[in-house]
């Protein structure tokens, strides 16, 4: 193997392997049948070593036509998002991780290596047996299965059960008709991402801290559906079709898979925001279908419905948005035809995320505002001889409710800490009395700066037993509507209304007075988060708070800037960045006050070249507020292209103090001291940013070219063991372990053993044909003194490299093999 940074590798300096690229489970454990795993392989996407001895920078991606986020991958804690100082707390990870940061941590240097491969060897036995004794069924009688299907952008009028005559959705009509429909099930926000937190926690937005897609994640405080089903015995799997919804965001949380596989475009420059509902029916029920006695919890994210309306080829109906609801009826069908069949006991609770307003009130989609088209959505619940078929319940319900309504059906102690009640007495035929079910809409007053909309629906009971369901929505411009007699919203009775006001906003003020979850919220993925956006490569940030105040504008206004942010955003999509600015010229110029806003505008403007305008659009931002790091990131890119190396690294070093979790920022910064030749300063970013980023293999690779770089042999061999303890299947950072194990030019820096295991385990499973992977298995039998073996490994990779064309690495394996036959091991030099 060449030295990193110092002799060639391949032609793109790669590792290349189809198998370790994808974790699955154990071979012959639950969820890893031959048939589901077949299709998880992906190939890993490969970066220049070379590239990054030189510039420090991250491995750029590089597209695919299947871009799998989770890899169909057991969620295990390690794999979460989570706060760096979790690192710290060695009783907070499962028993194989506390054994290899205890070696690596308390061992002296030979012993603590010797450990880790003990680890490494024992990982599929430890994993056994977590499996045994966490995931045992209960005792006694099977417990039904769960399935739960959310549909998204699904309004709750426009199924044929709710009387639309043009629907064309006999799954759902069926299953209403064997089960319970609600009338007015309503989501919390009109927004997938904090909506689905509500789903599958209990909890309100402002409870579990998700206002809006895309800018935060859940915290590791709140207990999700999938965990309390795993400390039931029930093997979990989750199916997402949203960006949105990706791991990283938090709601993989206690899945055994989590699969969130999305698509490429047909150009390969862009992600899609989803999966087409038969890719994702086809994924659910080959998990389904796997050889496992347990009972199941699966979770299905049908997001079909969503804007642009472009139903598939084939499905037919009057209307595009009736032809998608269409569609993804037809692919619940198939799971319910298969729960039928396999499952016949099975709950199943089908619920949508949020509406669509098509057009009602001004609004074309959904999120800036809570009508009822944008907020009422489908709620049906089966579950054969415990409810009874064909329930339709009027009651105004949330979505919070479906937990605590799941426990009760299934037996369970009532669920403490959710906001929600159990419908399960409604279900029964029971008379409950009536909660308040709260709403809310931050999206144009984190966006734009607009007033926020919170909000409360009430049914109450007149003296005379007359019910009226009354609708409070608090703003800068107060709104109160009856639904009974003015289901469109039409008249505002606020004013006139006053004492029907009072009550309501107290009713709302009962309901914001819970205390806030107070593990609070964690950061996704920033990568995702950059997607989101679709514009620039500079993050969004931290989910801005709303400013107090009541003199903000009502986010009506705001809707014509929303539909030409979505219009940037499509062009940022299709990798249009020309057709990114006059949309998005427009959003800014309607904003002028939106930090947020002003710093996506700056950013393209950067992208193409235009730093001096970006220089102006920054300066007023910051003078609005200069405590936002994402407009400090983007004026240090300023300053870099406009050749200020020194004002670039100030922002930088503000943003950072700012908010020391922004990796890029911290990226950016430790490349500027490089650059500087501030070493030192270097090394302790790229320190941080592995702190920050433990489960990602970039942030291992380039803290260990640094250390590599300034000889520091002793940290890097610790450093890159615990890379691995992070990021065991990444095939190119196990081999960089292996190769300085095997190579370092100090003995404390060194470990046959494990170089050795690494190097073999890798070797395997490039089926022998990579041939920086053979010249890391060579040096590794050298160290142990198998000089014969040595030199014939090396031959095998110069074999490989010939085949390859790999000219430059011939060499340099040729002198090491000449080492190894002469009875020496190959030694980096100090």
Same mark, same amino acid.
């Given at each position: 193997?060449?030295?990193l940074g110092?002799?060639a590798?391949?032609?793109?300096?790669?590792?290349?392997s189809?198998r370790?690229?994808t974790?699955r489970p154990?071979?012959g454990s639950p969820?890893?049948?031959? /048939?589901?795993?077949?299709?998880?392989?992906?190939?890993?996407?490969?970066?220049?070593?070379?590239?990054?001895?030189?510039?420090?920078?991250?491995?750029?991606?590089?597209e695919?036509?299947?871009?799998?986020r989770?890899?169909?991958?057991?969620?295990?804690?390690?794999?979460?998002?989570r706060?760096?100082?979790c690192?710290?707390?060695?009783?907070?990870?499962?028993?194989?991780?506390?054994l290899?940061?205890?070696?690596?941590?308390?061992?002296?240097?030979k012993? /603590?290596a010797?450990?880790?491969?003990? /680890?490494?060897?024992?990982?599929?036995?430890?994993?056994?047996?977590a499996?045994?004794t966490?995931?045992?069924?209960?005792?006694g009688?099977?417990?039904?299965?769960?399935?739960?299907?959310?549909?998204?952008?699904?309004?709750?009028?426009r199924?044929?059960?709710?009387?639309?005559?043009a629907a064309?959705?006999?799954?759902?009509?069926?299953?209403?008709a064997?089960?319970?429909?609600?009338?007015?099930?309503?989501?919390?926000?009109?927004?997938?991402?904090?909506?689905?937190?509500?789903?599958?926690t209990?909890?309100?937005?402002?409870?579990?801290?998700?206002?809006?897609d895309?800018?935060?994640?859940?915290g590791?405080?709140p207990?999700?559906?999938?965990e309390?089903f795993?400390?039931?015995?029930?093997?979990?799997?989750?199916f997402?079709?949203a960006?949105?919804l990706?791991?990283?965001?938090g709601l993989?949380?206690?899945?055994?898979i989590?699969?969130d596989t999305l698509e490429?475009?047909?150009?390969r420059?862009?992600?899609?925001?989803?999966?087409?509902?038969?890719?994702?029916?086809s994924?659910a029920?080959?998990?389904?279908e796997?050889?496992?006695?347990?009972p199941?919890?699966?979770?299905?994210?049908?997001?079909?419905a969503?804007?642009?309306?472009?139903?598939p080829?084939g499905v037919?109906?009057?209307?595009p948005?009736?032809?998608?609801?269409?569609?993804?009826?037809?692919?619940l069908?198939?799971?319910l035809?298969?729960?039928?069949?396999a499952?016949?006991?099975?709950l199943?609770?089908?619920?949508?995320?949020?509406?669509?307003?098509?057009?009602?009130?001004?609004?074309?989609?959904h999120?800036?505002?809570?009508?009822?088209?944008?907020?009422?959505?489908?709620?049906l619940?089966?579950?054969?001889?415990?409810?009874?078929?064909g329930?339709?319940?009027?009651?105004?319900v949330?979505?919070?409710?479906?937990?605590?309504?799941?426990?009760?059906?299934?037996?369970w102690?009532?669920?403490?800490?959710?906001?929600?009640r159990?419908?399960?007495?409604?279900?029964?035929?029971?008379?409950?009395?009536?909660?308040?079910?709260?709403?809310?809409?931050?999206?144009?007053?984190?966006?734009?700066?607009l007033?926020?909309?919170?909000?409360?629906?009430?049914?109450?009971?007149?003296?005379?037993?007359?019910?009226?369901?009354?609708?409070?929505?608090?703003?800068?411009?107060?709104?109160?509507?009856?639904?009974?007699t003015?289901?469109?919203?039409?008249?505002n009775?606020?004013?006139?209304?006053?004492?029907?006001?009072?009550?309501?906003?107290?009713?709302?003020?009962?309901?914001?007075?819970?205390?806030?979850?107070p593990?609070?919220?964690?950061?996704?993925d920033?990568?995702?988060?950059?997607?989101l956006?679709?514009?620039?490569e500079t993050?969004?940030?931290p989910?801005?708070?709303?400013r107090?105040?009541?003199?903000a504008?009502?986010?009506?206004?705001?809707l014509?800037?929303?539909?030409?942010?979505?219009?940037?955003?499509?062009?940022?999509?299709?990798?249009?960045?020309?057709?990114?600015?006059?949309?998005?010229?427009?959003?800014?110029?309607?904003?002028?006050?939106?930090?947020?806003?002003?710093?996506?505008y700056?950013?393209?403007?950067?992208?193409l070249?235009?730093?001096?305008?970006?220089?102006?659009?920054?300066?007023?931002?910051?003078?609005?507020?200069?405590?936002?790091?994402?407009?400090?990131?983007a004026?240090?890119r300023t300053?870099?292209?406009?050749?200020?190396?020194?004002?670039a690294?100030?922002h930088?070093?503000?943003?950072?103090?700012?908010?020391?979790t922004?990796?890029r920022?911290?990226?950016m910064?430790?490349?500027?001291f490089?650059?500087?030749?501030?070493?030192?300063e270097?090394?302790?970013e790229y320190?941080?940013?592995t702190?920050?980023?433990?489960?990602?293999p970039?942030?291992?690779?380039?803290?260990?070219?640094?250390?590599?770089?300034?000889?520091?042999w002793?940290t890097l061999?610790?450093?890159l063991q615990?890379?691995?303890?992070?990021?065991?299947?990444?095939?190119?950072?196990?081999?960089?372990?292996s190769w300085?194990?095997?190579?370092?030019?100090?003995a404390?820096?060194?470990?046959?053993?494990?170089?050795?295991?690494?190097?073999?385990?890798?070797?395997t499973?490039t089926?022998r044909?990579?041939?920086?992977?053979?010249?890391?298995?060579?040096?590794?039998?050298a160290?142990?003194g198998?000089?014969?073996?040595?030199a014939?490994?090396?031959?095998?990779?110069?074999?490989?490299a010939?085949?390859?064309r790999?000219?430059?690495i011939?060499?340099?394996i040729?002198?090491?093999?000449?080492?190894?036959e002469?009875g020496q091991?190959?030694?980096l030099?100090?």
């Open positions: 193997m060449a030295v110092d002799e590798r391949d032609a793109r300096g790669t590792v290349k189809k370790m690229a974790r154990r071979a969820g890893s049948p031959s /048939a589901y795993a077949a299709g998880s392989s992906v190939l890993r996407l490969p970066w220049s070593h070379s590239a990054l001895g030189r510039a420090g920078l991250p491995p750029p991606r590089e695919s036509v299947s871009v799998r989770a890899h169909l991958t057991p969620a295990r804690p390690q794999d979460r998002p706060p760096a100082t690192r710290d707390a060695v009783d907070c990870r499962p028993l194989e991780l506390r290899r940061w205890r070696a690596m941590q308390t061992a002296k240097p012993t /603590a010797a450990l880790l491969l003990l /680890a490494v060897l024992l990982s599929p036995l430890l994993a056994a047996a499996q045994d966490e995931a045992r069924p209960p005792e009688d099977t417990p039904p299965s769960v399935l739960l299907v959310t549909l998204g952008t699904t309004r709750a009028d199924l044929g059960c709710s009387g639309h005559d064309k959705t006999p799954a759902l009509d069926g299953l209403a064997g089960g319970a429909r609600f009338e007015r099930a309503y989501a919390h926000v009109p927004q997938t991402l904090p909506a689905h937190a509500s789903i599958l209990g909890l309100l937005p402002f409870e579990h801290g998700i206002h809006i895309g800018r935060a994640a859940l590791e405080g207990s999700t559906l999938a309390r795993g400390r039931r015995g029930y093997r979990t799997a989750g997402a079709s960006l949105v990706e791991e990283s965001f993989a949380r206690g899945f055994e989590f699969d490429s475009s047909p150009d420059k862009s992600v899609m925001l989803e999966r087409k509902a038969d890719a994702a029916a994924a029920l080959a998990w389904l796997t050889d496992d006695t347990r199941f919890f699966c979770w299905v994210h049908f997001r079909d969503n804007a642009p309306h472009r139903p080829r037919k109906a009057e209307d948005y009736d032809a998608e609801l269409a569609f993804v009826d037809s692919q069908a198939r799971l035809a298969w729960a039928a069949e499952a016949p006991e099975a199943v609770v089908v619920v949508g995320d949020h509406g669509e307003s098509l057009g009602e009130h001004g609004e074309q989609n999120g800036m505002l809570t009508n009822e088209a944008a907020l009422r959505v489908p709620l619940v089966s579950f054969p001889g415990r409810v009874e078929a329930r339709t319940i009027t009651q105004p949330g979505q919070v409710d479906i937990v605590p309504t799941v426990a009760a059906l299934l037996g102690p009532a669920v403490e800490g959710a906001s929600g159990s419908l399960a007495g409604l279900l029964a035929g029971e008379q409950q009395p009536g909660e308040a079910v709260a709403f809310e809409s931050e999206l144009g007053a984190r966006q734009f700066g007033s926020p909309l919170h909000g409360v629906l009430l049914e109450v009971e007149e003296k005379d037993g007359a019910v009226e369901l009354w609708k409070l929505v608090h703003s800068s411009e107060p709104e109160l509507y009856r639904l009974d003015d289901p469109g919203e039409e008249h009775l606020f004013e006139t209304e006053a004492r029907r006001a009072a009550s309501m906003t107290a009713a709302l003020e009962r309901v914001r007075a819970r205390p806030l979850h593990a609070g919220t964690g950061e996704p920033m990568d995702v988060t950059t997607n956006a679709g514009i620039v993050v969004p940030g989910d801005p708070r709303p107090p105040g009541g003199d504008a009502h986010p009506r206004t705001g014509g800037a929303m539909e030409d942010f979505e219009l940037a955003r499509r062009q940022a999509h299709i990798g249009n960045a020309v057709g990114v600015v006059e949309p998005l010229g427009r959003v800014a110029a309607a904003f002028p006050r939106s930090v947020w806003i002003q710093t996506l700056a950013s393209v403007k950067i992208r070249r235009g730093a001096e305008e970006s220089l102006a659009i920054l300066g007023q931002a910051l003078e609005i507020d200069d405590n936002f790091d994402p407009a400090h990131h004026m240090a300053m870099v292209a406009l050749r200020d190396p020194e004002m690294m100030a930088l070093q503000i943003a950072v103090e700012l908010r020391p922004n990796f920022a911290r990226l910064l430790a490349q500027s490089l650059q500087q030749r501030a070493f030192a270097a090394l302790e320190r941080q940013i702190l920050l980023r433990p489960d990602d970039h942030s291992w690779w380039n803290y260990g070219r640094q250390l590599q770089n300034q000889k520091q002793e061999s610790a450093a615990e890379g691995i303890v992070h990021c065991r299947d990444d095939l190119n950072l196990t081999n960089y372990c300085i194990l095997a190579t370092s030019p100090l404390e820096g060194r470990n046959g053993e494990l170089a050795f295991e690494l190097a073999r385990r890798n070797a499973a089926e044909g990579d041939p920086n992977v053979l010249d890391s298995l060579a040096a590794a039998q160290e142990m198998l000089f014969e073996e040595a014939a490994t090396a031959e095998e990779a110069l074999k490989a010939r085949l390859r790999m000219r430059s011939e060499t340099a040729t002198g090491r093999k000449r080492r190894y002469s091991p190959y030694r030099p100090r």
